[in-house]
């Protein structure tokens, strides 16, 4: 198999890379394993420490669609379409995000299509399509009605996934991520990115300052489980998906609070006071208009994974990342 993760350089783009060079196969078309004697990683720098020989790595912007050409050929059978501008940066950017999240989805689709191979497309939206006056549990039903431009460029890149596979020209699976906790590195622009920020640097030794208060929910998963979720979709069935390829993924429900209650049980009170609650309004109006809750039921009964445990995901995240014993 052929593999093209956009966003390769990206830690859940490094991350799928690595899993897939351990694991050695995936899922055909007839649902058979086939080895995986290739993995292109598309972004704008190249990924650290890959050495595998079956990785081969393209630098440069993925809405350039001569870069989608070379990285794109007759014998990819499966993509992940990872790159995109995130939350906060598409907001302060309205051009830069359209460019990366609309249209490099609809160059890769069109290369896809130019070479009529039907590849298995895994494109990785997000809960921000969702907005407004939301119930506290949404269900996979409900409309989407984005309140900002990210989550507005993400629903578009969905419609086009679905109408790209319902014409044959790919097996798309679109995946609305909820946020994702604990990822290691520096803070993005995420508005979500406080999020791993309030568990990271506290483990670290520094402060964090949260901008969002303690009462605020979030739909979250961990970073192993996204990955294993990446997986899932891509194997599954088509024809059990249908005509709608859109899956929001099981996450868990948690208020902020309770993860840094969580935090002091892991790693103990000296280091949960690290965490310091300055409101910043425009990463509150951002956050109140996403999820704090999804049903989920779709994935739930196609068997995807999920995370029952914040404690447990600190507890990997520090082994992951090999903090010593917190102080």
Request: glycine share 8%.
């Amino acid at each position: 198999m052929n593999i093209v993760i956009t966003g390769g350089s990206g830690f859940l783009g490094r991350r799928l890379a690595e899993t897939l060079l351990e694991r050695g196969v995936l899922h055909r078309a007839d649902g058979r394993d086939a080895p995986i004697n290739r993995i292109t990683l598309v972004d704008v720098v190249p990924a650290p420490g890959l050495a595998d020989t079956r990785i081969r790595q393209i630098t440069g912007d993925a809405a350039d669609r001569q870069l989608l050409e070379r990285a794109i050929d007759a014998e990819t059978t499966s993509i992940f379409h990872l790159a995109a501008v995130v939350s906060g940066q598409a907001e302060a950017d309205f051009d830069l995000g359209m460019r990366v999240n609309l249209d490099a989805s609809r160059h890769l689709l069109e290369v896809c299509r130019h070479y009529g191979q039907r590849p298995r497309v895994v494109f990785t939206s997000s809960v921000a399509v969702y907005g407004g006056d939301l119930p506290a549990t949404v269900p996979d039903s409900l409309a989407v009605t984005p309140q900002t431009s990210y989550g507005t460029q993400k629903a578009m890149a969905e419609l086009l996934i679905n109408d790209y596979t319902r014409r044959g020209f790919v097996d798309g699976r679109s995946l609305r991520l909820p946020t994702i906790s604990v990822r290691p590195g520096r803070p993005n622009a995420a508005a979500s990115s406080f999020a791993s920020g309030i568990i990271r640097e506290p483990l670290n030794g520094e402060t964090s300052v949260c901008p969002v208060g303690a009462a605020t929910r979030v739909w979250l998963l961990s970073p192993r489980t996204v990955i294993e979720c990446f997986i899932a979709a891509h194997d599954i069935d088509g024809a059990k998906l249908g005509a709608n390829r859109l899956l929001n993924l099981p996450g868990m429900s948690i208020t902020v609070g309770e993860m840094v209650a969580s935090l002091e049980r892991v790693a103990g009170p000296d280091v949960a006071a690290r965490i310091r609650f300055e409101p910043d309004p425009r990463i509150e109006q951002m956050v109140a208009t996403w999820p704090g809750e999804l049903a989920a039921t779709r994935a739930r009964e196609l068997g995807f994974p999920s995370d029952k445990n914040f404690d447990e995901i600190i507890r990997r995240y520090i082994v992951e990342a090999r903090i010593g014993a917190p102080q």
